[in-house]
């Protein structure tokens, strides 16, 4: 189960030539999403040989490897991990018995959803990001946007296949869909909020990948743990590839970074406006671009109580991050989490059932991995000298989904009226001209070794490859 067949149509791990239905099923269904990938991939990319790399099996030690592809040619499949024969479901009501192989009738329509919503959110970010390629600020950086891309679109395919093995007609229609919405469109979009929100420019790529994919790592991690062993097995493969996704936003952002500090340096000054004349951008457009990212991507979590968390727990369907080496019972029947209040014009921590809070718990456990790249770009700050520190706004900031979305709260956490957090939201939240002042930067730079002056160079090339490496050929 560890290597993968590429002699197939469709390559796999699972032996899908011994299913003959199945197979006609996604061979029916693959020519649907190459249109999708001509018509909502990469705009003008489908002639381009590209570096990208390859998963060859799901064993961690050695699982891929590199060369040139063109995008619509890229072998798509559908890869899990191997199977534990003993494996067990580890939380929730079923805590104990062996992991379900095919879908429990009474959890059929509470699995799907989970399924739907997840691979919805992989098509939805490539769309997203259809026209960056336009604008690149490197060869390098024009080829990890296009790994990603790639990436996305495999882990579609994990869920389609889930879908059409697992849930029948139900199923093939479910993963129709899925080619159907839109992100951004106004009659038909994509399901999470945050896949409808425009990714304009690098630097809100650069965001997207480090807070949104990071959102996809913890989602996952959940759903590695499902009783559902099918699942488990395809998201933690996806993981390995997730990985990927979040560096190329930790060290993009770093790298802007960077650059900003050395013309900072040059011209010992930290006034934005001089710093943008130089064609750089000013720390605090970096965190108000920060502020959104993380604001917007939180609510992905769901409300800070959920009746839906706790039946998706108690059910084994989906976990907690790391649930097997946490140190409780795995049931929760008497555990307790604080989620936050607003008693009397201030937030105020409440003790409700942790089964009900679970959604919070996730997030919570988000934040804390959120805080360590921030921490990260710090140093590269504190190592330029200069005396301004990122940070991470109030978990009540800016959000749209739960408790705390009816009110208007700081990036410090101070809960204010609406009229006056109005006034304030320009020094908080990316502005229309901070937005075009970042467009205005944008310009396709793809001469190999050269990068725009907006941002840095990498410390290093792709496996093991010089920075200017050429990583892409335009032919």
């Not at 040619?73 to 379900?100: C, S, T």
């Not at 209040?341 to 009900?356: A, I």
Request: proline letters at 5%; a negative charge; aromatic letters at 10%.
């Amino acid at each position: 189960m560890s290597s993968i067949n590429y002699t197939d149509k469709i390559p796999n791990n699972v032996n899908l030539s011994q299913d003959k239905t199945l197979q006609r099923a996604l061979e029916h269904w693959q020519p649907n999403y190459r249109k999708w990938w001509n018509d909502m991939g990469p705009d003008g990319s489908q002639d381009f040989d590209v570096y990208l790399r390859t998963a060859t099996s799901v064993d961690p030690k050695g699982w891929a490897s590199f060369g040139y592809v063109k995008m619509p040619d890229y072998r798509w499949g559908i890869f899990l991990n191997p199977r534990d024969a003993d494996r067990q479901v580890n939380f929730g009501e079923h805590k104990g018995e062996k992991a379900w192989q095919d879908v429990p009738g009474e959890h059929r329509a509470n699995l799907r959803r989970i399924i739907v919503t997840q691979g919805d959110t992989e098509p939805a970010s490539v769309e997203q990001q259809r026209h960056l390629g336009l604008t690149a600020p490197s060869m390098y950086d024009l080829r990890n946007l296009f790994q990603v891309n790639v990436e996305e679109g495999r882990h579609l395919w994990a869920m389609v296949y889930l879908l059409h093995k697992h849930f029948g007609r139900d199923g093939r229609e479910e993963a129709e869909a899925l080619l159907e919405r839109n992100s951004g469109d106004e009659d038909n979009p994509r399901i999470l909020a945050a896949f409808n929100e425009k990714t304009p420019d690098w630097l809100a790529f650069y965001m997207f990948t480090y807070f949104t994919d990071r959102d996809g790592k913890f989602q996952l991690c959940a759903l590695a743990e499902s009783g559902f062993d099918p699942l488990a097995r395809t998201t933690k493969f996806m993981l390995t590839e997730e990985a990927h996704h979040m560096f190329v936003g930790e060290s993009g952002v770093s790298r802007v970074i960077q650059r900003t500090c050395e013309v900072m340096n040059q011209l010992k000054t930290d006034d934005p406006a001089r710093l943008r004349e130089a064609g750089v951008i000013d720390l605090e457009t970096l965190q108000r671009y920060l502020n959104f990212h993380f604001s917007v991507t939180i609510d992905l979590f769901g409300a800070d109580e959920s009746s839906n968390a706790a039946t998706f727990y108690n059910t084994g369907l989906k976990g907690r991050y790391e649930e097997t080496k946490r140190d409780d019972d795995h049931k929760l029947y008497d555990r307790t989490y604080n989620v936050l209040v607003v008693q009397d014009g201030r937030l105020v921590e409440r003790s409700v059932p942790m089964l009900n809070a679970l959604n919070e718990v996730l997030r919570d456990d988000y934040i804390k991995d959120s805080v360590g790249g921030i921490n990260r770009w710090n140093k590269v700050i504190e190592k330029a000298g200069i005396p301004f520190r990122l940070k991470v706004p109030h978990k009540a900031f800016n959000r749209r989904i739960g408790t705390l979305s009816v009110v208007s709260v700081s990036p410090e956490g101070q809960v204010m009226p609406e009229a006056e957090w109005v006034r304030h939201e320009r020094e908080w939240l990316p502005t229309a001209e901070d937005r075009a002042f970042v467009a205005s930067l944008m310009g396709r730079v793809v001469e190999p070794g050269k990068f725009a002056n907006w941002i840095a160079p990498p410390a290093m090339g792709i496996n093991r490859q010089p920075v200017d490496y050429e990583y892409v050929r335009f032919n």
